[in-house]
């Protein structure tokens, strides 16, 4: 049992719909994962960004708090040598 032409071209036509579907839907895959990627690599970054910035502010504090006690310390000292000498 042979295929008739007809059953033939139907065939060929059909495996040439479903062919250009699975291109279509492979290449939207294709750029929907590299957007996604693109992203998740902005998120990222500004992020990592973020983190920066904290770090930045973190250490400004932290030089804040270091002249500020060194002053103190300062301060400390020459009252004491005030009192020594009064």
């Known amino acids: 049992m042979g295929?008739?032409?007809t059953d033939?071209?139907?065939y060929k036509r059909k495996y040439d719909i479903?062919?250009?579907?699975?291109?279509?839907?492979t290449a939207f895959l294709?750029?929907?994962?590299?957007?996604?990627?693109r992203r998740a690599g902005l998120s990222r970054i500004e992020e990592s960004h973020h983190v920066?910035?904290?770090l930045e502010r973190?250490?400004?504090?932290?030089?804040?708090?270091k002249e500020r006690?060194?002053?103190e310390k300062k301060k400390a000292k020459t009252k004491a040598k005030q009192k020594k000498k009064g």
Do not use: D, N
């Open 8 to 10: 033939l071209s139907e």
């Open 18 to 25: 479903f062919r250009h579907h699975a291109w279509a839907g």
């Open 69 to 71: 006690i060194k002053l």
């Open 3 to 5: 295929m008739s032409q």
């Open 52 to 54: 920066s910035e904290q």
């Open 30 to 37: 294709s750029v929907l994962l590299a957007v996604q990627g």
């Open 58 to 65: 973190e250490k400004t504090q932290a030089q804040v708090e």
